[in-house]
């Protein structure tokens, strides 16, 4: 079966850090750029990150630039989004997807306390 999965979120308190996992199965990502999206309640979806495998290529978002990172693990199929220095307006379900297809992971939840 062709999926992500995403694990690593939780509740954390602002100034700390959480590790994202986007585990892919049944395909091989880096045929593919990898993205981080969020959402929280009553808000759009917003693109925070993504990862181009074949030449190594990362975007961010402004609202997030110094503070997260993403990388891939290619012998664990997993790319990862490292969140330090949380904001409470981090908050949100946040979703890793394969641009340009339907694959896309359930989503895992963060939400930063003040």
């Known amino acids: 079966e062709v999926q992500l999965v995403e694990s690593g979120g939780g509740l954390v308190q602002a100034g700390g850090s959480l590790r994202l996992s986007c585990a892919a199965s049944?395909?091989?990502?880096?045929?593919?750029?990898i993205g981080w999206f969020r959402q929280a309640p009553g808000k759009e979806r917003e693109g925070v990150s993504c990862?181009?495998?074949?030449?190594?290529?990362?975007y961010y978002a402004d609202s997030v630039k110094g503070r997260f990172t993403i990388s891939s693990d290619n012998a664990k199929n997993t790319v990862y989004l490292q969140m330090n220095s949380l904001k409470p307006e981090d908050t949100a379900v946040y979703y890793c997807?394969?641009?340009?297809?339907?694959?896309r992971g359930q989503g895992t939840q963060v939400t930063v306390s003040s």
């Open positions: 049944g395909f091989t990502f880096d045929d593919y750029v």
């Open positions: 990862f181009t495998s074949s030449d190594g290529s990362t």
């Open positions: 997807n394969a641009l340009g297809t339907s694959i």
